[in-house]
């Protein structure tokens, strides 16, 4: 059992919280207003591990406390807050990148409305010295916890993740694996327009197969 950091509290980083603390992890996962902030949620989640049967503890932090809980840290925060985040924090850590691209919320990004890098390329230059996974980006947060199964059932739902680093993108897989998923391993995080906001492979219900003939069929959009 590791302890995993979790950096955003909202939709996906709890969601994320809970199903990580369902299988055993540990978290410390932080916001933007400070651990006081995050009592009801810690609490919430800490209970529902026990009624898993799980021991997992479930902890407020800082941002730098969630950043240095552990070798993995997942970073769910909108995109335009991913620079706020000091690159340094994350040095050496595996980063779960869960974000997409709305302009309406994040502002107009010019290599991101030209396609000439994917969101998550954008996220692993800011945390330079990290190894940046993407995942979770195409799964509506409650399905997180509402479509988990264990392995082997008939139909059970695939998610893709992408990533530059093999040994990285082997341990996300794993903790994937584990909270109730298949993984589609799509290649590295240039490729991974194939699985961006509005492809065929983004929000529905599909299992691995389904899933890379839909990342098969994506077309990368015509430049904004
Ligand atoms: N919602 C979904 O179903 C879904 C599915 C797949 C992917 N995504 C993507 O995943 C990312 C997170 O989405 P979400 O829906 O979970 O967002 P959300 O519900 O709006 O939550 C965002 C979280 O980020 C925190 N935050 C914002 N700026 C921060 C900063 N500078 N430092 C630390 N924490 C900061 C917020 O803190 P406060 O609580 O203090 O404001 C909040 O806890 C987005 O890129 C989204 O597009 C979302």
């Known amino acids: 059992m590791t302890t995993i950091g979790i950096i955003g509290s909202g939709n996906i980083g709890s969601q994320l919280a809970h199903a990580f603390t369902r ?7 932080a916001n933007s207003r ?3 902030t995050l009592e009801g ?3 919430e989640v800490t209970e529902q591990a026990r009624t898993a049967g799980s021991a997992a503890t479930a902890t407020a ?3 730098e406390q969630a950043a240095q809980a552990g070798d993995l840290v997942v970073v769910t925060i909108p995109l335009k807050a991913v620079t706020d985040i000091p690159a340094y924090l994350l040095e050496g850590r595996i980063v779960i990148d869960t974000n997409n691209y709305y302009v309406e919320r994040d502002g107009q990004i010019a290599e991101l409305d030209d396609e000439s890098i994917t969101t998550s390329e954008l996220v692993a230059r800011h945390f330079s010295g ?3 996974v993407k995942a979770f980006n195409h ?3 409650t399905e ?3 479509h988990a199964q264990a392995p082997g059932t008939e139909g059970r739902r695939a998610l893709a993740v992408y990533g530059d680093d093999a040994a990285a993108v082997e341990q996300v897989s794993g903790l994937i694996e584990a909270i109730g998923f298949d993984v589609v391993n799509g290649g590295g995080l240039a490729d991974s327009w194939r699985i961006q906001r ?4 983004y929000i529905p219900h599909f299992t691995a197969d389904e899933l890379r003939e839909k990342l098969a069929e994506a077309t990368r959009p015509p430049a904004a």
């Open 41 to 43: 949620l810690v609490a």
């Open 198 to 201: 509005d492809t065929p492979g």
């Open 23 to 29: 299988v055993g992890h540990d978290i410390v996962i």
């Open 130 to 132: 990290a190894r940046v």
């Open 34 to 36: 400070g651990p006081e």
């Open 144 to 146: 997180i916890t509402e």
């Open 61 to 63: 932090g800082t941002v």
């Open 139 to 141: 799964i509506p947060a």
